[in-house]
């Protein structure tokens, strides 16, 4: 192993982004959490966090801005450990928080970590989260076995799991052509800056399984096809000129290309519906997004998109760009595109399968997205037991598109239990 291998590396190709996006307003934050069954305690948590991030170095990082690129080097502080807040997933200030790209929470019974998207995807953050959770419960008295969700903290942090999977894998020759619309997004009353509405709906994978099952898809074509609908009626009761509408779903890369990687290593598809076409009924537009995403999710395609997003970083002229230069590009770039692209989010980390003497003592897992400047509608979901949480992050105070959601899942025989940081 080399020695400086934890000390410092360069930001990952989606990594790099994030910096250049980053403002007052909107920071690409997301979180975590873990609800157990006992109180929280908040020094023994330090000592968990301190053993983890040993295993987890790339957890254990600032950013530094250097001539061309940012890059990540060793914390030298010990990381803050805070009882929680009411507006979760708040924008991320370098200079504060001791440099660290995450923020540990704790309250009663839960342990909430919100992260900055620049230091890993959805995936390498439920990792960081259960290594946590299954060192706190061991040092608690608790019996803890380990599999590649729970990490033993005592052992030593593997190279391969700081790996940047995109340079290793990007090699299509093919060329992507990216030809995104503008697309609708919904409407609303906007609450003062960082103050964003999340709902929550708790409910049986096996109801939500065998539901998806008789309709031939799977739970996330499920999700989709069911957030485009409610956008797609929303717009035709607003009237006016009808828009495409688009579900932005990011994939795990994993699942195609064998990587260890605790880093970004993801993809986002995208469906669309175009109302202009015609009018749909549910059932179409489901057998729509089934097919639009069994079409994309394709190793060779996916392989062409993945180089096309490094053909920048690995053009000789961008290479020595400078940095601030690039910083004004990303920023006017997404300033101009930003979320236009995209009526809504729907992030599925998928089943999270914890050892039994860990899972034993966790009632729920909970994943959120970030809040968005534009859409109304970021979902996000996992699974820990027969237990799926799936969540919504609303930049606008009404609540009509979470409320028909879990309305209609009801009414397909579902139970959910529901909670909100709504007044």
Request: hydrophobic share 40%; glycine share 6%.
């Amino acid at each position: 192993m080399r020695k400086n291998t934890f000390e410092w590396f360069r930001l990952d190709n989606a990594a790099k982004i994030f910096p250049g996006q980053n403002t007052r307003a909107w920071s690409n934050v997301f979180r975590l959490g873990a609800e157990l069954d006992r109180q929280i305690d908040p020094d023994i948590l330090r000592k968990a966090l301190n053993n983890t991030l040993k295993r987890i170095p790339s957890f254990n990082v600032r950013i530094r801005k250097g001539a061309f690129w940012y890059y990540f080097e060793k914390n030298p502080n010990e990381a803050p450990i805070m009882p929680d807040i009411r507006n979760i997933c708040y924008r991320i200030n370098f200079k504060e928080n001791k440099g660290f790209l995450f923020r540990l929470y704790y309250r009663d019974t839960r342990i909430n970590v919100d992260v900055y998207h620049s230091l890993c995807d959805g995936y390498g953050a439920v990792i960081f989260l259960s290594t946590l959770v299954g060192e706190y419960l061991r040092l608690c008295g608790e019996k803890v076995s380990y599999n590649k969700f729970v990490l033993d903290a005592s052992e030593h942090p593997r190279e391969v799991e700081l790996e940047d999977a995109y340079n290793r894998y990007a090699d299509s020759k093919a060329r992507f052509k990216r030809a995104d619309k503008w697309v609708y997004h919904c409407r609303g009353t906007k609450p003062p800056l960082h103050v964003c509405n999340y709902t929550i709906g708790t409910m049986s994978f096996q109801q939500l399984h065998k539901i998806s099952k008789a309709y031939g898809v799977t739970v996330t074509e499920l999700f989709a096809a069911m957030l485009i609908d409610i956008l797609y009626r929303k717009q035709l009761a607003e009237g006016g000129k009808q828009r495409e509408i688009s579900a932005q779903i990011p994939v795990n890369l994993r699942k195609a290309f064998p990587s260890e990687t605790l880093r970004n290593f993801v993809l986002c598809l995208r469906v669309v519906i175009n109302p202009n076409l015609g009018e749909y009924t549910f059932e179409e537009i489901l057998r729509s997004v089934s097919l639009q995403l069994r079409l994309a999710n394709d190793k060779k395609l996916i392989n062409s998109l993945m180089t096309e997003n490094l053909k920048l970083e690995r053009n000789p002229v961008m290479k020595y760009l400078p940095l601030d230069i690039k910083n004004l590009g990303i920023a006017i770039s997404f300033a101009i595109t930003g979320e236009q692209t995209t009526s809504t989010l729907l992030s599925n980390v998928g089943y999270v399968e914890l050892p039994e003497d860990v899972a034993k003592h966790v009632e729920k897992y909970v994943f959120f997205t970030g809040a968005g400047k534009l859409n109304g509608a970021r979902c996000a979901t996992l699974t820990v037991g027969d237990k799926l949480v799936f969540s919504f992050s609303n930049c606008y105070e009404e609540n009509d598109i979470e409320r028909e959601f879990f309305t209609r899942l009801v009414k397909m025989g579902v139970h959910v239990k529901i909670e909100s940081n709504r007044k």
